[in-house]
């Protein structure tokens, strides 16, 4: 079933399909939208950092069985648009991704 999702960048809309996923007992479509935003939405994400947290996100979606269906971002905050699986919490994705981050020393 389309649906239309509106960009706020480019002011257009676009039809996006919503599939449902199949496991042994269920049918299921799990949706989560993450906003990540900067302590005192200081803008220090430059399009590098932007990239580079794309790829690290990309890989850790994958290591936790979680598809990343969109990323952006400005240079105060990130979306992210994950499909999860109903044994996957939103909220340990999170935790995992904070807990596995690299820590200045």
Same mark, same amino acid.
């Given at each position: 079933?389309?649906?239309?999702?509106?960009?706020?960048?480019?002011?257009?809309?676009?039809?996006?399909?919503l599939?449902?996923?199949?496991?042994?007992?269920?049918?299921?479509?799990?949706? @989560?939208?993450?906003?990540? #935003?900067?302590?005192?939405?200081?803008?220090?994400?430059? &399009?590098? %950092?932007? $990239?580079? +947290?794309?790829?690290?996100?990309?890989?850790? @979606?994958?290591?936790?069985? #979680?598809?990343?269906?969109?990323?952006?971002?400005?240079? &105060?905050? %990130?979306? $992210?648009? +994950?499909?999860?699986?109903?044994?996957?919490?939103?909220?340990?994705?999170?935790?995992?991704y904070?807990?596995n981050?690299?820590?200045?020393?």
């Amino acid at each position: 079933m389309p649906t239309r999702k509106w960009n706020r960048a480019t002011g257009l809309v676009k039809e996006v399909k919503l599939f449902m996923r199949a496991s042994h007992h269920c049918v299921y479509s799990i949706k @989560c939208y993450l906003v990540l #935003v900067t302590k005192y939405r200081n803008r220090c994400f430059t &399009d590098e %950092v932007l $990239l580079r +947290l794309e790829s690290i996100f990309t890989e850790q @979606c994958a290591k936790w069985g #979680v598809e990343l269906l969109e990323f952006s971002g400005e240079s &105060d905050h %990130v979306h $992210l648009m +994950l499909d999860l699986h109903p044994s996957v919490a939103p909220l340990e994705v999170l935790k995992e991704y904070i807990n596995n981050q690299d820590r200045p020393t």
